[in-house]
């Protein structure tokens, strides 16, 4: 198990990885279409993405949290 204290790492490395998956999948099926190698090419445009995207949230999501906390109020 992973210790409390880095559950944020975890977070990100799990949402990255699904946001990433999913928004790959996406953008490789409109720009090819269901074409023979389809899986490949999603895996291949997906673990690049995810290299990117993993340290990004861990950048971001503290910056939207805060503008998320500057938004709202509590109830």
């Known amino acids: 198990m992973i210790p409390a204290r880095y559950?944020?790492?975890?977070?990100?490395?799990?949402?990255?990885?699904?946001?990433?998956?999913?928004?790959s999948g996406i953008s490789t099926y409109l720009a090819v279409g269901m074409v023979t190698g389809f899986l490949g090419?999603?895996?291949?445009?997906?673990?690049?993405?995810?290299?990117?995207a993993f340290p990004i949230v861990l950048v971001v999501a503290p910056i939207?949290?805060?503008l998320v906390g500057?938004?709202?109020r509590p109830d």
């Not at 559950?7 to 928004?23: D, E, Q």
């Not at 895996?43 to 993405?49: C, N, R, T």
Request: proline share 3%; hydrophobic share 65%; net charge positive.
């Open 7 to 23: 559950a944020h790492i975890a977070f990100g490395f799990v949402l990255s990885g699904m946001m990433s998956f999913l928004v």
């Open 41 to 52: 090419q999603w895996i291949g445009a997906w673990l690049p993405s995810w290299a990117v």
């Open 64 to 66: 939207a949290r805060r």
């Open 70 to 72: 500057a938004i709202t």
